[in-house]
């Protein structure tokens, strides 16, 4: 199973994702780059994805969902148009932090920065 096809199915999911699950893929895309490259221990990751024309998995993923809440936005569902403009309730406090639930606002105001 190709892991990027799986992610551009499922890109509004993996744009909530933590950053260490995003690392993880991250760091098994590295990997495969250097196996298909042949390259030397000392090739920095940047300078492998730069040559292969290969984003990287956090920059895929903003992509991705930034292309998927433009067609949505648009799109002549109702329901679908809905919810993007969801607008979330207010925090709650659970335990010893913030609990905010996961909302589509908060992913445009990152796709927009």
Known sequence: MCI????????????????????????????????ATDAHWCVRNSILHRDLQLPTISKYMKDASKRFFDIVGSHPNALLRAAVDYQPPHPLSVGHGTYLPIHLTLLQRQLKA
């Not at 991250?26 to 780059?33: D, K």
């Open 4 to 35: 990027r096809t799986v992610m551009t199915y499922a890109s509004p999911v993996f744009a909530h994702a933590a950053p260490k699950a995003l690392h993880r893929l991250q760091v098994i895309q590295n990997r495969f780059c250097r196996a």
